[in-house]
């Protein structure tokens, strides 16, 4: 069992940056590859980024790619989204979640475990 609890969430203008963290619970929380996804208002929950469990292989939606960073600290048990350059596009409710095969995190399916989202708004 994880449980997984956001935070960092905002209000910021476009061009700001911002760190969200994602602290998780539970003894097995290393053995799972850890992923991002967002869902802004009226449209459907898409994929941000993932992680392996190691940190060695990481994953990006391609409206992210090379503004976004996804990291982990496993002695902390905590992974993070450093998020630059934002968007007003990139406003929406980012939920960390959580599966055992890091490549299926690119779809909402290979999550076994949610946290309750945090809100991140961008001005324009």
């Known amino acids: 069992q994880v449980q997984l609890v956001e935070s960092g969430g905002g209000l910021v203008q476009a061009g700001d940056s911002l760190r969200l963290s994602c602290a998780a619970s539970?003894?097995?929380?290393?053995?799972?590859?850890m992923g991002w996804f967002r869902q802004g208002t009226g449209k459907e929950r898409e994929f941000v980024a993932a992680?392996?469990?190691?940190?060695?292989?990481?994953y990006y939606a391609d409206s992210v790619k090379g503004r976004f960073t996804i990291s982990r600290d496993n002695a902390k048990n905590t992974v993070y989204l450093q998020m630059s350059s934002l968007k007003s596009e990139d406003t929406a409710v980012y939920y960390c979640a959580a599966g055992p095969a890091t490549s299926r995190l690119r779809d909402e399916h290979g999550a076994d475990y949610w946290g309750k989202g945090t809100l991140v708004t961008v001005s324009s």
């Open positions: 539970g003894r097995t929380f290393m053995t799972y590859g």
């Open positions: 992680i392996s469990w190691g940190g060695g292989s990481t």
